[in-house]
């Protein structure tokens, strides 16, 4: 009784879901979208976000849809642009303030970039491969907690990213997601996409331009049984985990 009433006012906190809320960019604290509070809001917010409907996965028949770009929209509608960026000097550290992540969710942590080749208020992001993964963690067997995604109750529910230094100045979408691998063993349940899509404007001298990527949809497949279809309990410092969405680029070049 009391645990139903509290979700109506309190969907989030309740949930074994979530999303980011707000994001340190350097020492500027930004308030992304929020799917409970700001649809009803008028004037109509403009935020960095592109809007996705509630703190619920994108699972099994919805990842090879543009759905997976930025998160399912609301009313059908996916992956709008948005108008406005934040701006941010390349190099700097960007902090992902999740709502409150509970730890039933073991899974790696992803984080793109997309160059809009001029504002993102006029590029989509949902064919091409241009999202270019800047960082990821999966299961790091050296950590007290192995998986990325248990390690955020740990952390504040924060998670931390450097922008590469080198990146041309220009407007980038910055794609942070998780992939809740709680119920994807071999009998076919369901995989848990968290992506969320925030507008930037990179500024500084940089020069390099982003290398080709991978297409979202499209580098997401269901018979995948290295990166997403698993038994994550199987997984272990012998027996390693793969995050999908291939390699890190960064200033340097590709990594592991
Ligand atoms: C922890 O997260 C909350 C919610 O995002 C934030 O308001 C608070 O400042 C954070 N605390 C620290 C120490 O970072
Ligand atoms: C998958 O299904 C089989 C047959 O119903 C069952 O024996 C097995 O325990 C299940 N495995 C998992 C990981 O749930
Ligand atoms: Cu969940």
Partial sequence: MKAAT??????????????????WFGNNLVDTWNPYKDPQKNPPVNKITRIFKDNGPVTDGRFTTEEITCNIGRDGVNNIPVTATAQVAA??????????????????????????NGPCSS?????????VKIDHAGYDANEAVPWASKRLPTQNSTWEVQLPSSIAPGEYILRHEILGLQ????????????PGCHQITVTGSGTTKLPEGIALPGAYQPDDTKSIFLEYRDISATNPY?????????DGGWKS
């Fill in 6 to 23: 509290l979700s109506v006012f309190f969907p989030a906190l309740v949930s074994a879901h979530g999303f980011v809320q707000q994001i």
């Fill in 91 to 116: 190099g700097s550290l960007i902090k992902f303030m999740w709502t409150d992540w509970q730890s039933d969710h073991p899974g790696p942590i992803l984080t793109y970039l997309a160059n809009c």
């Fill in 123 to 131: 590029f989509s992001g949902s064919t091409g491969n241009v999202w």
């Fill in 183 to 194: 119920r994807t063993n071999k009998n076919g349940s369901l995989a848990q996409f968290y």
């Fill in 242 to 250: 793969t995050p999908p969405g291939g390699p890190i680029w960064g």
